[in-house]
């Protein structure tokens, strides 16, 4: 099966929004996975939406980035409905009613891990104490068939709960380097702690089961998103060292980035450890296998992060300062991607081919059939030769239909801002496209995305609102607070807006199969 038959049941047309659960309204600091998302899946629904783009739903660490997860297989704990764990029981009511005053629009995940984990961990050991009903088979059913990734990842996250502010290679040197009788201590000593975990996953993975459930009844596809490289400090690293160019000691000697150009004179320098492919490619690829067969279980659809990185990754030495020390190194992606159809099938990936792509990268594409990315403020932009360039490939003359269509990204700014900083050559080249600008340029670019050929169209929540750069998901390069922050007011799923979004949708051939009729 293609993306686009899992996506529509045909080969057809759809659009919809990308939000994660994180930025949906609600009274505890961050969205979750409880009855806003399902507010959210009836607006998608009467918006004649077909597919909700979400980001990686990992535990964050350092930064707050659904990118640098804690795992690759764990969910984040932070989207946990507490409400729901009320109706289990587990959370009292009177701990729901003394909620700390949280920003308005804005996640304080410092406030929010402070109130809610300590909370989540005493609903761990109610529950534990006293499973309620029918749920004890559902958890041993679930610890059983997820202990291939569950097991370590609790075993982790109770060890650097001991060690705050560690990352794992900087643990006692026998726990970092996973000694045999060091770990056999330590399961033993954080049992307890271990357990507590599992429960959580357990609730996270519950409450997302319900979700995808709501989504599929609504006729709304999820398009999930996967990193292609893990977290330094995550229990990938330390559980799987033999896969990641390590030394000794546990430390990277090589790590990911990209090299110096227009944007950036030194590059960008990411930190992630690269992979050892021929390590990989001796073990059947089984990691990859793992997790794209995990994440076609979550999600219908999968956006690959950084795919031009499975033909060749920019390799820096550790101790490097800047990315300008580094080379390219070729990556097995054909022989990883024919050993992941053998044992899982079609795959049902979209490839973020953004940067400079080769006719390489291109071609790997291609030959797995994989929808690339279009980005329309990318249409705009003067490029390197600091010109206005017709030929551009994300202008919608250039599009083509095997293609996702955005008007701008997570990385992006919301086509507001982005507009707001246009010079008066790039202001006169998009009018001379896209006809008279009118104050909504948001929904010009809405529009433009729903009448471009590529199969699917995808809009942040922000361009719909249109919102200006106070409200941008994230600013790549940067790391100050702000990132990854941003939520939606209660107000967002405004009706006016989704009947606006329904009457573009059936206009241009993308009108959701199990949308509500217009007369709801």
Request: hydrophobic share 40%; aromatic share 12%.
């Amino acid at each position: 099966m293609t993306p686009g038959d899992r996506a529509s049941g045909t080969r057809g047309r759809a659009s919809g929004i990308l939000l994660h659960p994180s930025s949906l309204p609600g009274p505890h600091g961050i969205g979750d996975l409880g009855a806003t998302a399902v507010a959210f899946l009836d607006w998608l629904r009467d918006a004649g939406q077909g597919l909700w783009q979400v980001l990686p739903l990992g535990p964050t660490g350092y930064g707050d980035s659904p990118y640098a997860c804690f795992s690759s297989f764990a969910g984040n704990p932070l989207l946990v409905s507490l409400d729901a764990l009320a109706t289990w029981e587990i959370v009292h009511p009177r701990e729901l009613q003394d909620i700390p005053l949280f920003p308005a629009g804005r996640v304080d995940y410092g406030a929010v891990i402070s109130w809610k984990i300590p909370l989540l961990h005493r609903a761990a050991a109610r529950f534990l104490q006293k499973v309620p009903g029918d749920l004890r088979p559902r958890f041993d059913v679930f610890c059983d068939a997820e202990a291939w990734w569950l097991d370590d990842y609790c075993l982790f996250t109770a060890i650097k709960a001991r060690h705050p502010g560690a990352w794992n290679r900087d643990w006692p040197r026998e726990l970092a380097l996973r000694e045999p009788g060091a770990l056999a201590r330590v399961r033993k000593e954080l049992a307890a702690d271990a357990e507590e975990e599992r429960a959580i996953q357990f609730f996270f993975f519950s409450q997302w089961d319900e979700v995808r459930a709501a989504a599929v009844k609504r006729g709304v596809q999820i398009i999930g998103d996967l990193p292609i490289f893990a977290a330094p400090d995550s229990a990938d690293v330390w559980t799987h060292r033999d896969l990641f160019l390590l030394d000794q000691q546990g430390r990277p000697t090589v790590v990911a980035g990209v090299p110096p150009d227009y944007f950036a004179a030194t590059g960008q320098l990411w930190g992630n450890p690269l992979y050892d492919w021929e390590a990989m490619r001796r073990q059947g690829f089984r990691y990859w296998v793992d997790r794209i067969r995990r994440a076609c279980r979550l999600h219908d659809l999968i956006r690959v992060d950084h795919f031009r990185g499975f033909d060749a990754c920019w390799s820096v030495p550790a101790s490097a300062p800047t990315a300008a020390a580094g080379s390219w190194v070729e990556v097995p992606g054909r022989a990883l991607f024919d050993t992941l159809r053998q044992e899982l099938g079609e795959l049902p990936i979209i490839a973020e081919d953004l940067g400079v792509i080769t006719p390489a990268v291109e071609a790997l594409r291609e030959r797995f059939g994989f929808p690339g990315m279009r980005i329309l403020q990318f249409a705009f932009d003067k490029g390197e030769a600091g010109s206005l360039d017709p030929g551009n490939r994300f202008l919608p003359h250039n599009h083509s239909f095997d293609s996702v269509v955005y008007t701008g990204t997570h990385d992006n700014d919301t086509t507001r801002g982005w507009f707001e900083k246009r010079t008066a050559e790039e202001t006169g080249y998009l009018e001379r496209y896209a006809g008279r600008l009118d104050p909504e340029i948001h929904w010009r670019f809405i529009r433009m995305a729903m009448a471009s050929v590529c199969r699917f169209a995808v809009i942040p929540l922000q361009d719909v609102l249109g919102l200006g750069s106070e409200a941008r998901t994230n600013t790549p390069g940067t790391s100050g607070t702000g990132n990854w922050s941003w939520r939606a007011g209660a107000e967002a799923l405004d009706p006016a807006a989704a009947a606006r979004l329904r009457r573009l949708a059936s206009i241009y051939g993308r009108i959701a199969r199990k949308a509500v009729p217009p007369d709801k």
